[in-house]
Nanobody
Framework: QVQLVESGGGLVQAGGSLRLSCAAS????????MGWFRQAPGKEREFVAV????????NYADSVKGRFTISRDNAKNTVYLQMNSLKPEDTAVYYC????????????????WGQGTQVTVSS
């Protein structure tokens, strides 16, 4: 069982930055690939980024590549999403999730989800 709690969301102007954090419970954090997803009003949940068990490999959605960076600290059971050059279209609820499938690219491969944190980017 893994419990995930996101933090760091908020309101920011276009071009600004935010850093999301996701704290995980449990002693097996390093056994899970960790992903970030987002869901905007009226839209389906979409993949944002994933980091492998070890943190050595990352993958990003094309829409955030070059602007967002995912990382993890297995000693702190925490995964991060650094978001730079934010755009109004990045506005969404952001969720972190844990998967036993390394580098899992799809939501259905994730077993555990956080409650989400709101990110709002004003123009």
């Amino acid at each position: 069982q893994v419990q995930l709690v996101e933090s760091g969301g908020g309101l920011v102007q276009a071009g600004g930055s935010l850093r999301l954090s996701c704290a995980a419970s449990g002693r097996t954090f390093s056994s899970y690939a960790m992903g970030w997803f987002r869901q905007a009003p009226g839209k389906e949940r979409e993949f944002v980024a994933v980091v492998s068990w070890s943190g050595a490999t990352t993958n990003y959605a094309d829409s955030v590549k070059g602007r967002f960076t995912i990382s993890r600290d297995n000693a702190k059971n925490t995964v991060y999403l650094q978001m730079n050059s934010l755009k109004p279209e990045d506005t969404a609820v952001y969720y972190c999730a844990a998967s036993r499938v390394d580098e899992a690219p799809r939501a259905e491969l994730y077993s555990y989800w956080g409650q989400g944190t709101q990110v709002t980017v004003s123009s």
